[in-house]
């Protein structure tokens, strides 16, 4: 008799929550389920390092999926899902193939399309940015850096502005003026109190303008235009963040703007055996680190179902940020639902491994799989994230010393 090949598990997502949900399973399912990983992209694209890319050019890392699958012993379908039939248990795939399922997960990402139509988006496939290039053009220059209303994760405008402030210092340029303007009631908010204020004060000794409170918009002649209040901002340039749709894949249920509603287990609402994780979701956070753990929160249900893991932990976000500025970074943390006081932010580092997008198995792979020197290690306690075998996840103390550890 054939060893029973293990329960169909398809994954459709080699991003960020798309791959944190395949190595979760993979650890936590082993044998009883047979994974497949279903990506219009060949690779995995490091998202949050895209903002590097419009001074020093080079493309931010990519980690081509076909081998990652192969050494994972999982299938790999380079194609796009086209739609899902959730009565029958099937994907429809670009080219007229379908996928039989027990188990899927959605992770699907965010489609992105520009808020304001005058300003450069960022990031954009369409117009890459590049501000070293605007930064060797002559005269004085007022560059404005827009957070859109119901853009909820910010970072990347920061990000952004401080390091251009930094290449405006290497330059020696006196006559370019940095502001950036959000809906916000304090730069970062999103993280409490004490990181916002630490954000605040690098911003305000980096002599970059804040307009917080504002939503921008353009008037009939493109101008940037501030609400409430109707002022003029007066820039030369207008770079601002992309707003997001949901995937809205054919066959799943979707809300107005096309975002899978989940459960506090990543379960997709009222349909049987169908995940979601990611921004695809309707969670109102689109952040990576969020993604991993509604990833995770979808694979331990998934591996419970299969008799192969205790009881799952219900998705519970806590946000952790990376703020790149050109110089020493900033690390912030904040228990999204609250009651664990007012945020942290220190240029220390406050998880390990220190990756930008944290996650359980994501940021242990990315870190030993970027072949990198190893980062100087932390003198005190931390948040460790590491993969622990399935065998730890319930009670650690309770199994035997491994050798070496
Ligand atoms: C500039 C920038 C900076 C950021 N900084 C940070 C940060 O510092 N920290 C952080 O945690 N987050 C950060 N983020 C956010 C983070 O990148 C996203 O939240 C994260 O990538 C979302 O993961 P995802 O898996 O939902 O979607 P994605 O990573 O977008 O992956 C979607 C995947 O689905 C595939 N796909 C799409 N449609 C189909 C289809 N029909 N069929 C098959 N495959 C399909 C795509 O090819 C891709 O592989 C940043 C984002 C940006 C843009």
Known sequence: MSPDPGARVVILGGGVAGLESLLALHDLAGDRGQLTLVSADPEFVYKPLMVEEPFDLDPAARHELAPLAA???VRFENRAASSVDPHHHL??????SELEYDYLVVCLGGRYRPALEHARTFPSTDDPLRLDELLRQEGPRHVVFVVPLAVSWSLPIYELALMT???VRGLGRGDVQLTVVTPEDAPLAIFGPAASSAVADLLSGRGIDVVTGAVAREDQHGTLMLTPGDRMVGATDVIALPAMDGPGLDGLPADDDGFIPIDDHAR?????????????TDFPIKQGGIGTQQADAAAEDIAHRLGAAGAPQPFHPVLRGKLLTGDESLHMKADVTGGAGEGEASPDVLWWPPQKVSGRYLAPFLYHGAGGAEPE???RPL???????KEWHGEPLSQPARRGS
């Not at 994907?91 to 007229?96: E, F």
């Not at 997709?268 to 695809?280: K, L």
């Open 71 to 73: 050494e994972l012993g």
């Open 91 to 96: 994907v429809a795939l670009a080219g007229g």
């Open 165 to 167: 402030q930094s290449r």
């Open 268 to 280: 997709v609402r009222g349909v049987e055996d169908v995940y979601a994780a990611g921004d695809g």
């Open 377 to 379: 290690p932390p003198r």
């Open 383 to 389: 948040e460790v994230e590491v993969s622990l075998p």
